[in-house]
């Protein structure tokens, strides 16, 4: 199997990593692209793989109320978690419309948050395009 995997320099995308050891594993980290600037991913090629993990994110948002939350960092954690996704997802399916996605997001490293905005705003656009999400994991740690 052939396995696209981002943020895999630490956290749960270094564990993701190892565990997929012995498969094909191709990378995109924050040394490859800034996925604060989406714009970049427009020239890049991606693979054809078979399964995707897209959980590179920041950590600008652990711990800081929403309404405290400076412009610019909305902005990058937007650009990471939601845009570069959204860009990313659409260049693999048309590699292969039958790679299966995986995203993985946080809001908060120290209280689960209901209905995380990213997965709301990504399940509405599903839908608006006539796909919807067949199954839903929730990852928690500690």
């Given amino acids: 199997m052939k396995y696209l995997v981002t943020g895999t320099t630490s956290g749960i995308g270094k564990c993701i ?5 012995g498969h094909e594993l191709f990378e995109i ?62 260049k693999l399916l048309k590699n292969n419309p039958n790679t299966v996605i995986v995203l993985i997001t946080s809001t908060n490293i120290n209280r689960q948050y209901p209905n995380n905005v990213i997965m709301m705003l990504i399940c509405q656009r599903q839908k608006r395009n006539g796909r919807t999400l067949k199954g839903r994991a929730v990852l928690q740690s500690d």
């Fill in 17 to 21: 990593k190892q565990k997929l050891q």
């Fill in 29 to 90: 980290n924050r040394a490859d692209i800034d996925l604060n600037r989406p714009e970049l991913l427009l020239s890049v090629d991606l693979p054809v793989v078979d399964y995707a993990i897209l959980n590179a994110g920041h950590d600008l948002g652990g711990g800081v109320p929403f309404a405290d939350h400076e412009s610019v960092s909305i902005q990058k954690i937007l650009n990471c978690n939601l845009v570069s996704n959204v860009l990313i997802t659409q």
